[in-house]
């Protein structure tokens, strides 16, 4: 059974920085794309950041140049860098990573930005 399991939110002051990883486990073959996804109360899950195997990546146009999304496809991990944070980047953030074909998610972390 794949799990990914998301560490790293917390509460930080406006422009603070955090450092979101994600790591699968289990039965795991290959793994595609993987991202993240952020829903803030009250809003739509949106896309924050996405990354092939082959390490392309894109962004929403809200965190470019403030978030970096990396990842070590030999500990089957994705991490997301977020500096300069604001507080409407405050959200619960979901790991989803494509995994034998499957979209898999996490239960989500919480990341809160003061102002």
């Known amino acids: 059974q794949v799990q990914l ?3 790293g ?5 406006a422009g603070g920085s955090l450092r979101l990883s994600c790591a699968a486990s ?3 073959f290959s793994i595609n794309t993987m991202a993240w996804y952020r829903q803030a109360p009250g809003n739509q899950r949106e896309l924050v950041a996405r990354i092939t195997n082959g390490g392309s990546t894109n962004y929403a146009d809200s965190v470019k140049g403030r978030f970096t999304i990396s990842r070590d496809n030999a500990k089957n991990t994705v ?3 977020m ?3 604001k507080p409407e980047d405050t ?5 989803d990573a494509v995994i034998d074909y499957v ?7 919480l990341v809160t930005v003061s102002a």
Do not use: D, F, P
């Open 5 to 7: 399991v998301e560490s």
């Open 26 to 28: 289990g039965r795991i």
């Open 83 to 85: 500096n300069s944070l």
């Open 91 to 95: 959200a619960v953030y979901y790991c």
């Open 103 to 109: 979209s898999h998610w996490g239960k989500g972390t």
């Open 9 to 13: 939110g917390g509460l930080v002051q």
């Open 79 to 81: 991490s997301l860098q």
